[in-house]
């Protein structure tokens, strides 16, 4: 992008297998990311996006040595997130890594959260208010947008014909996806061969999937690997139906999967198997069917739901159309610079520093 210098550090790459491989990883990033930051002349402000919280450690120190103000930019509750999947039991070095997250925020001249539920929960545990600012996820509207089906890929695939449900991104330990397969596995039952699930993606729980879904013996069911950015967007265009599910957990009913509002702008109608936040937007906008997260039954109703009233789908399609427009990436990123542009005069929050007051889009008292 035009006027933006990039500058790519070493880091420990492994597959997202474990937490331990992963933290290094991590952590790896964050003492390369620190010296690499002297290439970048003085600069005004300091911005570290999580997840991973590491990322923001190097944040910190580095706008300690140059003296700059650093902004958090928070898109997950982590490490509580790794309690939550199970990846990691309650420890001493757990609530060591709790203590280090909060000095971070403390730190910070600005947190910026992709939730309220996010803000609601730092507050809670004591973070100024006045200093966290809600600027949530969005799509791209130029590049996610309603496309006609790929008939060429539908056929290659053995899709053609048939209502697809899709879930499309990382197959991991969060995000519970045996309760789609299980919703597979009853669907075949029953005989509705007419419905066909589609995952594209990688991640630490894929191999268990395609294993377990050969032990069930689904034929309704297609697995692709990751494929290049720029195809993605033919796979989308297959479904008549997008999937968004994580396990049922309260960490989760703080989340809002950024896919959502890219399923919007794309006129793909949502079947959301997550509480809170997220859920709240599906049902506001009408932009999908929510069901409770791993409840295979309640998935199959709704699949099944969607599969025989094509009206429904239209209208869930138009509405998601319709209700991304309040949640344009561009209109958000004003939002996000007006954080970052305050904090850069100020040395901190002031001024002209909260965000605009606009939908769920921007932060609201």
């Given amino acids: 992008m035009d006027g933006i210098e990039v500058i790519r550090v070493w880091s420990y790459i492994t597959a997202n297998e474990g937490f331990l491989k992963r933290t290094l990883d991590y952590v790896s990033f964050m003492c390369a990311a620190i010296p690499a930051s002297f290439r970048v002349r003085r600069p005004d ?3 570290a996006t999580s997840p991973q919280f590491f990322t923001a450690c190097a ?3 580095v706008g300690a040595l140059r003296r700059v103000p ?4 928070l898109r997950d509750l ?3 997130s790794i309690r939550a999947v199970g990846a990691m039991k309650q420890s001493s070095l757990l609530d060591w890594l709790e203590k280090l997250e909060l000095f971070l925020y403390r730190r910070a001249a600005a947190v910026v959260s992709v939730t309220h539920a996010f803000k ?3 507050v809670a545990r004591g973070i100024a208010a006045d200093k966290i600012h809600v600027v949530t996820n969005g799509a791209d509207l130029a590049l996610f947008r309603p496309r006609e089906k790929d008939a060429a890929l539908a056929a290659e695939l053995g899709l053609t014909g048939k209502f697809v449900a899709g879930y499309i991104g990382t197959h991991g330990l969060a995000h519970a996806l045996t309760t789609l397969l299980d919703a597979a596995r009853l669907l075949q039952d029953e005989g509705r061969s007419d419905i066909h699930l589609l995952f594209l ?3 630490a729980s894929k191999a268990a999937l395609v294993e377990r879904a050969r032990e069930l013996d689904l034929h309704n069911v297609t697995f692709i690997d990751t494929v290049p950015k720029a195809e993605v967007v033919r796979y989308w265009s297959l479904l008549d139906a997008s999937i968004i599910h994580l396990r049922r957990t309260d ?6 999967p950024s896919k959502l509002f890219e399923c919007m702008a794309m006129g793909i109608p949502v079947l959301h198997g997550v509480e809170g936040e997220s859920a709240e937007i599906v049902t506001r906008e009408g932009v999908g069917l929510t069901f409770p997260p791993e409840d295979a039954a309640a998935l199959r109703d709704r699949l099944v739901t969607l599969a025989q009233d094509e009206g429904l789908r239209a209208h869930l399609g138009r509405s998601g159309v319709t209700a991304a427009q309040g949640y344009d990436r561009a209109a958000l990123a004003a939002n996000m610079l007006s954080v970052i542009s305050g904090v850069a005069r100020t040395g901190a929050r002031g001024p002209g520093v909260a965000a ?3 939908q769920d889009g921007a932060e609201r008292a």
């Fill in 45 to 47: 402000v300091v911005v």
């Fill in 59 to 61: 944040g910190y120190v």
């Fill in 70 to 73: 650093y902004v958090f930019e």
């Fill in 78 to 80: 982590w490490p509580e």
């Fill in 120 to 122: 609601r929960n730092l």
């Fill in 201 to 203: 993606g990688n991640g």
């Fill in 251 to 256: 960490l989760f009913k703080t989340v809002i």
């Fill in 356 to 358: 605009p007051d606009k």
